[in-house]
């Protein structure tokens, strides 16, 4: 199967496709499930495709893959780099590129679709393969329960999935508890008065106000989440001005949070809308800020009973030597949405992407946050050999760890 994989991914990562709109992807997953005599239901939560396999009595299991890219502009020097550009939904024209590996995860999923169909003789139950849209959005998942998934397909008995991640390829990382943190996505939109660049005095400068504002968020997490917390505020855009000589009206701020605690949380956000109002304040703003909360979603949290068997199970396929606890991972993921709302367990692990040479090199440098692009990087790059055999085999023995031994008769 591998020539054919490889082959996927290359076709996926040059053909990436923004939240929302993977339409083509879609229609490359929906094919090769019909193919592989699954039940294909298509469109669920706009963009989102879900595959049935029945195959007789016994559990259910629900493998899942995120499909959207990012408004990145590629620049890892791939022989199959993506070209692609298109316009963001806030009017933003960018390169996209899959710079969080989503096309691992799709592959590797049509690859364990493809070996588990094969092998019905080896298992009995029902499998789901969920293919799910707008992952970087936080808002995939959520679209398609909505829409009705778990009237579509079988409510399932666990939710199974995979990260691709930049440490070696081969190796697989299983963390019980909070394993990925959840987010929120803040807006600000601080007001200023505009005018010529060379009367600041007759101005309220929100450039000035936004800049004091970014460097006071800074101090939420070195002064006002204690040592044993986790948190990370984020200020991943600000955006003001058309001009250099011209002081704008209004800037915008776009901040991100990441937590493990919803405690942590709240205090976060309390801090951010204090921070920012003060500001505006001490700016002599002539109106107060706007503060907005939006694509929320709560941290993933493996079932630790679950968790603790596919280690066990991983250890005996691949040797323990490949699964690795990497602890909680301060990336954010929406998987854990179509657990929750299934009221079932979910177990989600890190699959290695990267060169293993070249990591190794790296980590006895001390150098892997300078030499080793991490995921939303321009420059990240999964290895097709050995991340996508090892991402289709992780998906495989955890499903038929818990899909029935046949009947025998």
Request: proline share 7%; charged share 20%.
């Amino acid at each position: 199967m591998l020539p054919g994989l490889r082959e996927t991914y290359v076709d996926l990562h040059e053909h990436p496709e923004l939240s929302f709109q993977e339409n083509r992807t879609a229609a490359v997953v929906a094919e090769r499930l019909a193919a592989l005599g699954y039940v294909v239901h298509a469109g669920v939560g706009g963009t989102g495709v879900a595959g049935v396999l029945s195959n007789g009595d016994g559990p259910c299991v629900l493998l899942r893959a995120d499909m959207d890219a990012l408004p990145v502009t590629e620049e890892t020097g791939l022989p199959y780099a993506s070209r692609v550009r298109a316009t963001t939904p806030d009017g933003l024209e960018s390169g996209v590129m899959h710079a969080c590996g989503h096309d691992v995860h799709v592959t590797a999923l049509l690859g364990a679709a493809d070996v588990l169909a094969q092998g019905r003789s080896a298992w009995s139950g029902t499998l789901v393969v969920v293919f799910q849209p707008a992952e970087e959005l936080g808002r995939g998942a959520r679209a398609m329960v909505d829409d009705g998934l778990y009237d579509l397909v079988p409510r399932p008995d666990i939710v199974l999935g995979q990260h691709v991640a930049p440490v070696s390829a081969g190796l697989l990382g299983v963390h019980a508890g909070p394993a990925f943190a959840g987010t929120d996505v803040v807006n600000v939109r601080l007001v200023g008065r505009g005018g010529h660049g060379s009367r600041p005095e007759a101005t309220v400068d929100p450039v000035v106000m936004a800049a004091s504002t970014v460097m006071r968020l800074q101090t939420i997490v070195s002064r006002e989440v204690a040592a044993g917390d986790a948190a990370v505020v984020t200020v991943g855009t600000l955006q003001a001005g058309t001009k250099e000589n011209i002081i704008p009206e209004d800037a915008y701020l776009g901040v991100n949070v990441r937590y493990f605690d919803d405690a942590v949380r709240a205090r976060v956000l309390r801090a951010i809308h204090r921070i920012v109002e003060g500001e505006a304040a001490a700016a002599g703003a002539p109106q107060p800020p706007t503060v907005t909360t939006r694509d929320s979603f709560p941290p993933v949290v493996n079932d630790p009973a679950e968790t603790e068997r596919t280690r066990g199970v991983f250890a005996a396929h691949f040797g323990t030597g490949r699964v690795i606890d990497p602890g909680p991972v301060s990336g954010s993921e929406d998987v854990g949405v179509l657990a929750t709302a299934a009221n079932v367990p979910i177990v989600y692990w890190l699959l290695g992407g990267w060169d293993p040479g070249a990591y190794q090199a790296a980590f006895a440098a001390g150098t892997t946050d300078q030499d080793i692009p991490s995921n939303h990087s321009p420059r990240f790059a999964p290895v097709p050999h050995p991340t996508l055999e090892t991402g289709v085999e992780a998906l495989v023995v955890a499903a038929l760890d818990r899909l029935a031994a046949p009947t025998v008769g």
